[in-house]
Nanobody, 115 residues
Framework: QVQLVESGGGLVQTGGSLRLSCAASRIIFSINIMGWYRQAPGKQRELVAAITSSGTTNYAESVKGRFTISRDNAKNTVYLRMNSLKPEDTAVYYC?????????WGQGTQVTVSS
């Protein structure tokens, strides 16, 4: 079992910044992907950004140039730096960890961007 503990959400004004963190209790398989998804009220959960254990990244078009995902493998932690936040970024953000045989989710952290 892998537990994912998220932190860093909150309320911010349009144009502001936040950094989300997600720490995994343990990582068994060295080949894995950690990522951030978000779900706004009435909408489906969507991928925001993901990063492989080797550092390859992938971003949703809507956040390219504004968000940066990174990870510290020694700390089993993934980060999401969010700049130039917009009201449409408001959602619950979920951390995800996947390997060949595992798929775990964090409890979610609320990000609210006021206009």
């Amino acid at each position: 079992q892998v537990q994912l503990v998220e932190s860093g959400g909150g309320l911010v004004q349009t144009g502001g910044s936040l950094r989300l963190s997600c720490a995994a209790s343990r990582i068994i398989f060295s080949i894995n992907i950690m990522g951030w998804y978000r779900q706004a009220p009435g909408k489906q959960r969507e991928l925001v950004a993901a990063i492989t254990s080797s550092g390859t990244t992938n971003y949703a078009e809507s956040v390219k140039g504004r968000f940066t995902i990174s990870r510290d493998n020694a700390k089993n932690t993934v980060y999401l730096r969010m700049n130039s936040l917009k009201p449409e970024d408001t959602a619950v953000y979920y951390c995800n960890y996947q390997s060949l045989t595992e798929d775990y989710w964090g409890q979610g952290t609320q990000v609210t961007v006021s206009s």
